[in-house]
């Protein structure tokens, strides 16, 4: 049977992590970079500051799979109990329940830390997210159309969210 565990980022993961987000720009409209991303841009996205935004690793079977976390939806402070949940995967993980899992464990430690809105964007290509999304109980409460250009194209993204 396999395991699936979280635990707190540490500064060692930041390069497979980062390996794995890469796949994501260099192949996918998933990530609106348009060129993979270095190891200090990376670290400045995973690493916050304020020990309420965290970043958890994902492992499955013991080998590291990828990583979920919550972040600030914008600066202001009326913000504060709003979070912006990113999940990303090993191209190979998808598809087996990791996300649905991620999901889980992110909302649980969001609401210790008092958070009471969480939030994601995606790009409207991404239909496995949205599905995943959908089916942990988010509901799509925005659609842009047509904000960001990627490969000769014209990308929307949509805002999912949840009370919890």
Not at 5 to 11: A, C, D, H, R
Request: charged content about 20%.
């Amino acid at each position: 049977m396999s395991t699936l565990t979280f635990k707190e980022l540490e500064e060692s993961d930041i390069p497979l992590l980062m390996d794995i987000y890469n796949y994501f720009v260099r192949h996918t409209t998933v990530s609106f970079h348009t060129e993979p991303v270095e190891i200090s841009e990376f670290t400045e996205s995973v690493i916050h500051p304020n020990p309420r935004y965290q970043t958890y690793v994902i492992t499955w079977d013991g080998s590291l799979q990828g990583y979920v976390q919550v972040m600030p939806h914008k600066k202001k402070q009326a913000y504060d109990t709003t979070g912006e949940v990113t999940i990303y995967l090993h191209p190979e993980c998808t598809g087996k329940g990791l996300g649905s899992a991620a999901i889980q464990y992110i909302e649980a430690v969001a609401k210790e830390r008092g958070f009471h809105t969480l939030i994601s964007t995606i790009c409207a290509d991404n239909k496995p997210s949205i599905h995943m999304f959908t089916k942990n109980g988010y509901t799509q409460c925005a659609h842009f159309r047509e904000v960001g250009f990627k490969w000769g194209q014209f990308l929307d993204i949509v805002t999912y969210q949840k009370i919890i």
